[in-house]
């Protein structure tokens, strides 16, 4: 479960001044983009297609979204033998990189069974049968989220926050569920086209700690530069 940058409205906040962004639960509105049925219908087009022709589908955020990740972790001289979780694993393809980097211990999750399974499919044609993904609700994990060193989202957050049902809940969940996951000292990076860095801070400002932004491509409007994308690293702390 990841979402594209191109079917969500960019957030004028990102090029806002700091005191316009504080963290809100009505910042906008429901969207399609934040149901269970959108992400298994898309990715049960993307299954077939990789069944037909082998093309694994969107990379959301593009590649680069994954390199400035790996660039990061090789910085940060995280062990290959780290446990990594990627939430919302979408098609794979962070899984099929980090292991191509040597990272040997990694989870895949997704709510989404047509995702689990092309996400499977992926990682065989790669020979990477041994990295585990799993058909889990993040936010119904029921506590087998635990002792990561690493969690990796690339647009789950994002997805969350657009839920129509409930998302301030979900919201909420989310971070005391990333608190379970990630070990003491582990790292939390998450990738948003939703939110500010400001928005992000506040959000996650209970139980981490602000590492570093890590740079994405910026804009300018209005006389004012800002990021379409915001990419951020945090510490879990006690």
Known sequence: MEVPTDSVEQKSGNASDPGDDRCSDNDFGPSILGTKEYWEEAYQRELETFTDIGDVGEIWFGEESMSRVLRWMDKAKIPEDASVLDIGTGNGAFLVELA???????????????????????????????????????????????????????????????????????????????????????????????????????????????????????????????????ALIFKRVH
């Open 100 to 230: 191509k980097h040597g990272y040997s211990n990694l989870t895949g999750i997704d709510y989404s069974p047509a995702s689990v399974e092309l996400s499977r499919n992926v990682l065989k044609a790669e020979d990477l049968t041994d990295v585990p993904v799993k058909e889990m609700d993040f936010l119904n994990c029921q506590g087998e989220l635990k002792g990561f060193d690493v969690c990796i989202d690339k647009g789950t957050f994002d997805a969350i926050s657009l839920n129509p049902d409930d998302s301030t809940d979900g919201k909420k969940l989310y971070v005391q569920t990333l608190k379970d996951a990630v070990n003491d000292k582990g790292f939390f990076v998450i990738t948003s086209c939703n939110w500010t860095k400001e928005q992000l801070l506040e959000r996650f400002s209970e139980g981490f700690e602000y590492v570093q932004e890590l740079p994405t491509p910026s804009f300018q409007f209005g006389g004012k530069t800002g990021n379409s994308v915001t």
